[in-house]
């Protein structure tokens, strides 16, 4: 029945992408007038916005420099240091000049918040205004009633957008642009701003200077307050104390010194003394006794033996006088030890006390010097201070005031018009990569047949006719146009096939309506019946009757009848002489269609006109609405599936072919059908030598 190539590919699917940069050139190149349309459009646009719509700006610009060496009226340190002129100092200066504290000086200053330009609550409320207020979360009593800290705030917002300041590189000078509506009031706002910042400086370092003199003015009576009481403390422990030196305690520690020494030559006296007495208290007689105190001349009267005892007497009562003075001395030793030893005690306390006075005395000295030296430093300082009241110096002045423009800085109008067309352009571009990125459809044999893996039988052009009805007429009076000659080659591609003999039972299938399916089907019968073949024509459709805008065929019967009848198949099919081929009409009726073409009378059917004809072309209704194609598959020798040029999107082919996959029908081949040669060749793919084919074609 259906002969097909075992080595078919039927798994379907989409192919990737790839990035062609030629291709989208030439797709450019095609899109060449939309492009133009665009710069056009958009030029027409910029130059309407910017000459009728755009409200003229005027710049102004005022000059300041950094003054960072001062001319010094005093020598003297300022409590104010100026500026450095390091990249930082620029960049904070910078800021400073865009600050909104400052900004709004000027705004109270020139009374800018009665200005419509940057008070946008005194201005006619436009639709655009009135819908974003609609579309705002915030409440509309807000939005109309607003504060005036909220209106001050909106207007230095306004103003932070029209100024401008930049730093010139490797200098320290600043241009302060500002962008008004009014020349004038541009010049006078940038001329504002740079006088109130370089105000701003000034006062800084006079307050600077005020408070200074306030706290060092305040610093020093407090300190001469101190200053005045710790000398007081000074005297007053002066003159409760004794008379305190360095040379007192000098002269206490050596008479402390004496008094030792001679407390310790007493104790060897005393000592010796009583060694003595103990010696004498332990002599037996005189003459020891003599001995003791080392007199030999008593020792020898005590040793003599005369009657009267004279010697003896005499030597006893030396002996008794010295004993009497040596008891005398020892107690009058001791006497000068106790004393001694009072005196060191009392000494030592008395440097005692002259030292812990003569350390505090000391302290309260230096605490006095100390606050003397801090007064006199804070007395000095203050007097510094004050002299530079009056003469302190800002750290910037103006290089060039401000000038009205007299030409508006915005909108520039070249630039606009060059931008539009170049924003119109890239439009028109980025349209073009758009659409044919989103393009889905075949315009070249290779990606069909890299996206389904089926051959390309034949590539036939539009067919130039208005109505259907002359397309019988176009087929024979253009033999040798290209639309006869593709069909020419579809017949060769069928009747010589690859593999197996020629098809008997063609079916023509596409996915969707209006693909040129049924248009290839009469050219190619026509064609076939041009090398002398008998050929069937049936329209496989009986649910709507496509060949009636081909043929006239009003109240004939078709091909139901024919399965049904007694009647014989040449008294219903039509015969057109001008065409040759026999038509079987699809013959609508009220009966299921695919109930209809599976039924053993349509196979019944189908085996008969095999044998009545060499050929027979079955047009088959769309594979993705019906279910009729897939059926009459089954009864075709080849099935040719059409697709639409740059029309039929990938994922139709892809589904109608994997519809029929489902059921096992292979198909045969593929027909790029009513392709544009003009455009084909516009997009690169010069499918029919365009130009150069009309030395072979009669179109």
Known sequence: MNSTNPEANTGYGLAADTINIAGFMRTLWIGKWIIVAMIILGTLLGGYLAYYRATPKFTAETVVILETRQNQVVDLQ??????????????????????????????????????????????????????????????????????????????????????????????????????????????????????????????????????????????????????????????????????????????????????????????????????????????????????????????????????????????????????????????????????LESSIVENNAQITRQGDDLIALQQLTREADATRLLYEYFLSRFKETSAQEGIQQADSRVLSSAVAPNRPSAPNKRLALMLSGVLGGLFGVGFIAWREAHNDTFRDVGQIEALTGLPVLGMVPMIPIRRRTRLLHYLQSKPSSAAVDAIRNLRTSLLLPKFGPPPQVILSASSLPSEGKTTNSIALAQNLVGIGKTVLLMEGDIRRSAFSEYFDAKGRKGLVSATRSDVGLGEIVLKDASFGADILLGETADINAADFFSSAEFATFMDAVRTQYDYIIIDSPPVLLVPDARILARYADAVIFTVHWDKTSRQSVVEALRLLANVGQTVTGLVLSQINPRAAKAYGYDIYGYGRGNRYHNN
Not at 214 to 227: C, G, I, N, P
């Open 78 to 339: 300022s409590v104010a240091a100026g500026i450095t002129g390091t990249g930082s100092d620029i960049t904070s200066e910078v800021e400073v000049l865009r600050a909104r504290t400052l900004l709004g000086k000027v705004v109270d200053r020139l009374g800018l918040i009665t200005d419509p330009e940057f008070n946008q609550t005194l201005r006619e409320t436009g639709l655009i205004a009135r819908l974003r207020e609609s579309m705002s979360f915030v409440p509309s009593t807000t939005l109309r009633d607003p504060k005036p800290v909220q209106i001050r705030d909106s207007v230095v917002a306004s103003l932070l957008r029209a100024v401008s300041v930049h730093n010139l590189p490797q200098t320290h000078v600043f241009r302060i642009s500002v962008e008004t509506e009014d020349r004038q009031k541009s010049a006078l706002i940038a001329d504002t701003i740079a006088a109130i910042y370089i105000s701003d400086q000034l006062d800084q370092k006079v307050r600077a200077t005020e408070d200074a003199t306030t706290w060092l003015s305040t610093r020093v009576s407090e300190l001469q307050a101190a200053l005045e009481e710790d000398e007081a403390e000074v005297r007053n422990f002066t003159r409760n104390t004794a008379l305190v030196s360095f040379e007192t305690l000098a002269a206490l520690e050596r008479r402390l010194k004496d008094q030792r020494d001679r407390l310790d030559v007493a104790r060897l006296q005393l000592a010796d003394t009583q060694s003595v007495l103990a010696l004498l208290a332990g002599a037996s007689d005189t003459a020891a006794k003599a001995a003791v105190l080392g007199d030999d001349g008593m020792q020898a009267l005590a040793a003599q033996t005369d009657p009267d005892g004279l010697g003896a007497a005499a030597a006893g009562e030396f002996v008794a006088q010295q004993m009497r003075q040596l008891e005398l001395g020892q107690t009058r030793a001791a006497s000068q030890i106790v004393a």
